[in-house]
């Protein structure tokens, strides 16, 4: 009987404490995004703690998981016992992923439990209960189902430890680099997908110089898009895409480079009015700062690449809640310098606290930027003889530099770009 009234003590005691408003603060503050939202359905106290808490979660986390290499081959449980334990100890709740993972990964399957629910799981049925799942499809079970995921395979894959350790470029090994977005206050990021028609649409209507405004734009007029990450694994992709880009979405930061493999996203596989993308487009809209550097083919040591890199470190770009992305050719990295890691070596050591990720792929896309500088051209005659303000000198040039997009594809080269979060 004593003991009976010692546990109805320590239960009432621990009810009476976690109901301490303060108490319960600091407790829930520490748990991961996953168990927080569990611990949201015991009441409604711990319901209104959990959104004050999730509304002050912002930013974006990321990491990169590599297959252990052994004589006996690869260590594929081990990779996916990483994955699971990254995923259900995030502190934010994702909103957007991007995920870059190597070709040769990509292929490897994964046995995953289907998920059923309590009333079918009582039932007993022939039925097997579990999927082989490529890795991509995997790690994208693990995420929640309303985080909308661009996932793309390469040859090879450029990631950082989410403990800033280590940043390595990984060429022809089984790995994966993943970042995770909370959803922002003033910022979206929309992963756009195009078919080879809708594509060929858009091209030719540089190509021919008709409206840009009857164009499906896919991105309001009232965003701003200062970033597109490009996206193709089509070999032929044509130019003028990347040209029409530019002046639908008004001059902005185009970055990427072509795969092997962009995945079909979810939202694709009932559509049979639509073939399978063969470009997907992330745009970065609102209170972002962007900047790039192009490494060309002749840079082929570590001083051509610190002098490349330092431009960009010269943007001056908030670097506080930034990340940088690096696109490189398949040819480069340590073929092309005779050692390992010297690209993002250098980017490291301008940018200690900024995470770098990215793939080798089959060609670059991008340009330094920015090329013109809304300085330059306000500082040409943008006031009349009066000194009054000349808007229409500034359209023009506006409209100028839109329709006089700089080189974008590239060969042999990396490109290297910033992401600056406000």
């Known amino acids: 009987m004593a003991t009976d009234k010692m546990d109805c003590y320590q239960s009432c005691s621990g009810a009476q404490v976690l109901s301490n408003p303060i108490i319960l603060k600091n407790v829930l503050s520490c748990i991961p995004m996953k168990s927080l939202q569990k611990c949201a359905r015991v009441c409604r106290l711990w319901a209104l703690e959990v959104e004050k808490i999730k509304k002050t979660r912002h930013g974006m986390v990321w990491h990169y998981f590599k ?22 100890n995030l502190y934010i709740e994702p909103h957007v992923s991007f995920i870059m993972c190597s ?29 082989n799942l490529n890795v991509n499809s995997f790690l994208v079970k693990l995420l929640p189902s309303k985080c909308n995921v661009t996932a793309i395979t390469a040859d090879g894959i450029v990631g950082t430890s989410s403990d800033m350790r280590v940043t390595e470029e990984m ?3 089984r790995c994966l680099s993943l970042v995770v977005f909370s959803q922002f206050n003033n910022i979206r990021i929309q992963s756009i997908y195009y078919d080879q028609d809708e594509g060929n ?14 164009i499906d734009k896919r991105v309001s007029d009232d965003e701003q898009v200062k970033g597109i990450i490009f996206l193709s694994d089509e070999a032929f992709c044509p130019q003028e895409i990347g040209f029409s880009l530019y002046k639908i979405y008004k001059c902005p930061m185009i970055a990427g480079g072509f795969v092997d493999n962009v995945v079909c996203p979810s939202s694709w596989f009932n559509d049979n009015s639509r073939d399978s993308p063969f470009l997907c487009c992330m745009a970065f809209c609102g209170r972002v ?44 990295g340590e073929n092309h310098y005779g050692e390992i890691n010297v690209e993002s070596t250098v980017f490291r050591k301008y940018f200690p606290n900024t995470p770098l990720v990215g793939f080798f792929g089959n060609g670059e896309v991008g340009f330094e930027y920015p090329h013109v500088k809304p300085a330059d051209v306000q500082n040409c005659s943008a006031k009349d003889e009066d000194g009054r303000s000349n808007h229409k000198f500034v359209q023009e040039q506006s409209s100028y530099i839109a329709s006089h997009p700089p080189k974008m594809y590239h060969a042999y080269t990396t490109i290297m770009s910033l992401f600056s979060f406000q």
Do not use: Y
Request: hydrophobic share 30%.
């Open 103 to 131: 070709t040769n990964l990509h292929e490897e399957k994964i046995e995953h439990q289907r998920s059923r629910n309590a009333r079918s799981a009582r039932r007993r049925t022939a039925r097997n209960k579990t999927e």
């Open 67 to 88: 297959c252990p290499e052994s004589e006996q081959g690869t260590d594929l449980d081990s990779l996916v016992k990483e994955m699971e334990a990254f995923i259900e």
């Open 289 to 332: 700062q962007v900047a790039s550097v192009v490494l060309k083919d002749d840079v082929k040591t570590t001083e051509g690449v610190d002098r490349i890199i330092k431009k960009l470190k010269d943007s001056k770009l908030p670097e506080k809640n930034s990340i940088g992305l690096m696109f490189a050719c398949v040819g480069r």
């Open 201 to 214: 649409k858009i091209a030719n209507c540089w190509s021919s110089r008709t409206d840009f405004n009857n």
């Open 171 to 173: 060429e022809g090994k």
